[in-house]
């Protein structure tokens, strides 16, 4: 997928030139090459050329949207980031810890400036803002209302940290998190918030059971730190057959009666719809569409 909706992005370390020959081709939606925790100080540089090069290999590639994590925006590096890795193949930029909308002001400034020089329209470059920390969360809203800002991604582990929840309780202690966030990218009429990484890479059924939890509190996608959990994930984020045609009986049963009858219609086997019943349904469906299921068989074509 080369925008909107993905299920997946996967990380691969900015250093590693044969992560990045991999990474492309491992099956993810979405890849995220890492500037910034992955990559020790004395190897930024490095990364940066490697980044670029993979990005300018892949310019013309239908292959996954390319995404790059650039540094904290509270440092120098950031800025070094864009200058080597801003033109043909970038997506956009995953900014890391963000706190405050004055953060993106100054990224704004800079990505404006580089486009400009790159010969690229103003704007293009997108912006997914991290959000990894109790003060990031309570300016989440003004944030997710930045012109810069196109998603939102919640980091799990450093939230966890900077709020000292036990790390063994994440579903319980980022709940209220994850839900306000849904709720803030609804608001501000951004997609859902992309759900956070699963460290535990041996628990793929733990992956599974938070993932379908994230996609039931309203999350949609999420981050990945190694190619066998892109299945698992996708499985969880992706409508099945029986939810895609749940959802087209309740339109057509929309369709067929409820215009002549207040607003409301049953489906051949029972089923109520009302106005709210038929956004969700619609919803589905839409999902369907941008992932190009296959509506019989609720596959990825």
Request: proline residues 5%; contains cysteine; glycine residues 6%.
């Amino acid at each position: 997928m080369r925008s909107g909706l993905a299920r997946s992005y996967l990380f691969a370390p900015g250093n590693q030139p044969d992560l990045l020959s991999k990474v492309f081709s491992a099956g993810a939606d979405a890849v995220v090459l890492d500037l910034e925790d992955a990559v020790p100080v004395d190897q930024k540089q490095r990364a940066r050329e490697l980044v670029r090069r993979a990005l300018e290999n892949r310019s013309n590639s239908t292959g996954p949207a390319a995404w790059v994590r650039i540094n904290s925006l509270r440092g120098p590096e950031w800025q070094r980031d864009l200058e080597v890795i801003v033109g043909p193949g970038l997506e956009g930029v995953r900014v890391p810890k963000v706190d405050s909308p004055s953060e993106l002001d100054s990224l704004a400034e800079a990505l404006s400036e580089i486009e400009a020089d790159s010969g690229l329209e103003s704007g293009s470059i997108r912006v997914t803002c991290t959000i990894e920390s109790a003060k990031g969360l309570l300016a989440a809203s003004e944030l997710a209302l930045h012109q810069q800002v196109d998603r939102i991604a919640f980091g799990s582990t450093d939230f966890m940290a900077d709020i000292g929840a036990d790390p063994t309780a994440e579903s319980m202690a980022t709940l209220w998190a994850r839900s306000s966030l849904v709720v803030i990218c609804r608001a501000a009429g951004l997609i859902p918030p992309i759900a956070p990484v699963w460290t535990r890479l041996e628990d793929l059924e733990g992956l599974r059971k938070n993932s379908l939890e994230c996609r039931q509190l309203g999350l949609f996608g999420r981050t990945c730190i190694h190619p066998k959990q892109i299945s698992t994930i996708h499985e969880a984020f992706t409508p099945t057959a029986e939810e895609v045609a749940q959802a087209r009986s309740a339109v057509e049963a929309w369709e067929d009666t409820a215009r002549a009858r207040d607003g409301v219609a049953v489906t051949e086997d029972g089923r109520f719809v009302d106005p709210a019943v038929l956004r969700h349904a619609r919803a589905v469906l839409e999902l369907a569409t941008a992932l190009h299921l296959d509506s019989e068989q609720g596959t990825v074509q």
